[in-house]
């Protein structure tokens, strides 16, 4: 029985320990994958895109006033007394009067009668003092002096800069994904690079501290070699710590967990790309902010258009059907009505004025920003550009670089072993190719960096995936 309680205890336990290194298992991802990763889980993105439906849902409240308004109304009322007619007879008869005089009858007799009917008064009640109504009131406008087309314009407006402003979101997301993800795979490569090292010059330690029992090798040799692998076991520390930060950056852009990943997609370099001149030519047809500038000037233009439009009358179609009512003679209001009516702003205070001219201000502002921007954006491109034919340089000087720094290590080790090198000429071959291989794996992802950024601010970001494909990737031998 306690047996039995120990194992199960045990299995409990195992358990336990088992469940966090569960929750640890790394993941292995591409580019590609981490791209769609990104469009679903990051949250600039997902605000980008309830901005486009909350543009959309503006643009469809404009379109509403193309159609009729339908409403129904009620109402009740307490006068303090009835609404009556009273009127005097006194006039009424003596025209009477008169005209009977006009064909000679003028009796005493009727004269009196005329006289007694005067002096008396006649009251005609018109409204009860307490009467309430239900109405179904109509109102379609036909003509508002073109205000609903120009309205319906600069909400589809809005719309397509939601559009560019999501568009150039993803974009600048997308640079930022390239510049973690491959930061993250240039620390992978770091690591691998540092490893190598400290495991050469902790073999040749070894040796050295065989050939110093041996008489072969003095202290101060086995003292520089001991030093060097410290510093050497210092930068793997190192890049191990700048793989935390760059596994941190990496997830927090794609909204991972905890989880670990592992960059799978290699640095790469395209020898052949597009000359400047090409993608000068694609900033100024593709660009986000050119292209949303273009659309606020198209709005501001029909804000113009607009505020022109509030000097023609408007004109509407009106109807009311009584539903019910208490209290009112259908003799005195009848019970249905249609018509037509037009209102004719003539004097507004020169508000209209005004808002002409402020719209006039906001599109010359706007294109003044826009030729600026496209200055600064053409400097940026000058900028980019020049990065890549830096990188690119870089790495064919440093591939012919690394060709020598393996030999040179090959020859030292080997020179070593028959005693024609000392430990110092070993162990700097061994720095001097961990340098080399650290500035070739820094100006690919100088290179990758650079272009996605071109590529972004073009507004192309998708052919930066098109020129991966096309590239020569980094593969990192450490057989040599």
Request: hydrophobic content about 40%; overall charge negative; some cysteine.
């Amino acid at each position: 029985m306690k047996n039995k309680l120990f194992y199960t205890l045990l299995c409990v336990l195992c358990t336990l320990l088992i469940m966090p290194c569960a929750a640890q298992k790394k993941i292995t991802l591409t580019l590609e994958e981490a791209l769609d990763i990104l469009q679903k889980e990051n949250i600039s993105i997902k605000i980008a895109n309830k901005e486009i439906e909350a543009a959309k849902s503006e643009h469809g409240k404009s379109s509403s006033f193309w159609y009729p308004t339908l409403n129904v109304t009620a109402g009740y009322a307490l006068f303090s007394n009835d609404i009556s007619i009273t009127e005097n007879l006194q006039p009424i008869t003596d025209k009477m009067e008169n005209f009977l005089g006009n064909y000679g009858i003028t009796d005493e007799n009727i004269h009196n009668v005329f006289k007694q009917i005067g002096e008396e008064t006649f009251t005609y009640q018109l409204f009860p003092n307490q009467m309430a109504t239900i109405d179904a009131n109509l109102v379609w406008p036909i003509f508002t002096g073109l205000k609903r087309i120009y309205g319906n314009k600069i909400t589809k407006s809005v719309v397509d800069l939601a559009k560019e402003s999501s568009s150039q979101t993803s974009a600048a997301m997308q640079a930022t994904l390239v510049d973690t993800y491959f930061g993250l795979r240039l620390g992978n490569q770091m690591v691998l690079v540092r490893d190598k090292t400290v495991k050469s010059i902790e073999q040749h330690y070894k040796e050295v501290l065989s050939l110093q029992e041996n008489g072969m090798v003095n202290k101060a040799d086995r003292l520089f070699v001991q030093v060097s692998l410290a510093e050497a076991k210092r930068e793997y520390n190192n890049a191990q710590d700048n793989l935390e930060v760059a596994q941190n950056a990496f997830k927090a852009v794609i909204m991972l967990d905890s989880t670990e990943v592992e960059a799978v997609t290699p640095l790469f370099i395209c020898d052949t790309l597009p000359p400047i001149s090409y993608f000068k030519k694609t900033f100024t047809e593709s660009n986000h902010l050119l292209r949303k500038l273009d659309i606020q000037s198209d709005m501001a233009m029909n804000a113009v258009r607009m505020g022109r439009s509030a000097y023609a009358p408007e004109i509407a179609l009106i109807g009311k059907q009584t539903i019910y009512s208490w209290g009112i003679p259908k003799n005195m209001v009848p019970r249905s009505m249609v018509g037509v009516g037009l209102t004719w702003n003539i004097f507004d205070g020169l508000i209209r004025e005004n808002n002409i001219k402020e719209a006039k201000v906001s599109k010359q502002s706007i294109e003044l920003t826009r030729q600026k921007m496209a200055v600064d954006l053409e400097v940026g491109i000058d900028k980019f550009y020049a990065q890549l034919e830096n990188a690119l340089q870089e790495v064919h000087t440093l591939e012919v670089t690394l060709e020598l720094s393996h030999e040179l290590v090959r020859m030292r080790k080997k020179a070593f072993q028959e005693g024609m090198a000392t430990s110092l000429e070993v162990v700097d071959s061994e720095v001097m190719l961990a340098k080399i291989q650290v500035a070739m794996l820094m100006a690919y992802y100088q290179y990758d960096v650079a272009l996605m950024n071109l590529c972004a601010i073009c507004g192309v970001p998708a052919q930066f995936y098109q020129f991966m494909q096309q590239g020569k990737v980094y593969q990192y031998n450490d057989n040599k």
